[in-house]
C-alpha cells in the first residue's frame, strides 16, 4: 500500500516506526557480541536485552493487533477519522514515552534472557518492525477507536486499535532510548 493512501494518523506512525528502524540499524552496526551483551551495571539492561524484549512483546503484540484488525473488518467497523481518543488511554500511551516519566518492572514473562547472539536478535527485530508496518497498512480504513485492544501486560486495560498501534510505537521508541543509553555510558566496552 502507498503511505500516501494511508489517513494521516497510520502514516505518522508507519514515519516512526521507519525512524525506529533507522535509528536501531545506526545503533546495532559494528557492534560487537561484548558490546551487545554489555550491560551497564547491576540490574540494568544491555543493548542485546532492550532489543530481545522488544522482540518478545512483538511476539504477542502483533498476533492480536492483526487478529483485531481482520475481526474490524469482518464485523465492518470501519471508518476514516477523524479520531477521538480517550483521555486514560493517551495518559497510558504518554507514560510509555521515553524518557520515561514512571518506570515500570517488566513482567516476568517480558525479561529478555541475558547473552543473546547479534546475528538472532537483530533480523528478528527488523522482521518485527516490517510486520508491523504491514499490520498499520492493513488498519487503513478500520475504525481506530471503536476497535479495542487487549494490552497483553494486563487484562485491566483495553485500549483503542489507534492507541494500541502509539503504545507499541512509543514503547519501542522507549527500548531503543534505552539501549542508546547503554552505548553512550562513559564505561561503555570499546
Known sequence: MSQNSLIPELQEYRRQIETIKQEAESLLNG???????????QGRWSIAECFEH???????????????????????????????YGLLGNWFVRTIEPPPKLKFKALRRFIPPHDRPLLEVWPGFMVFQDRFIELIDRANGVDLV???????????IKLSLGQGIGFV??????????????????????
Open 31 to 41: 557492534l560487537t557480541e561484548p558490546q551487545f551483551n554489555w550491560r551497564p551495571g
Open 54 to 84: 522488544l522482540n518478545m512483546t512483538a511476539r504477542l503484540y502483533l498476533p492480536i493487533i492483526h487478529n483485531t484488525i481482520n475481526e474490524a473488518r469482518e464485523r465492518g467497523m470501519m471508518s476514516r477519522g477523524p479520531f477521538k
Open 146 to 156: 471503536r476497535v479495542k485492544i487487549q494490552i497483553p501486560a494486563t487484562k485491566l
Open 169 to 190: 510505537t512509543a514503547h519501542e521508541r522507549r527500548h531503543v532510548w534505552q539501549a542508546t543509553l547503554v552505548k553512550n555510558d562513559p564505561n561503555f566496552p570499546t
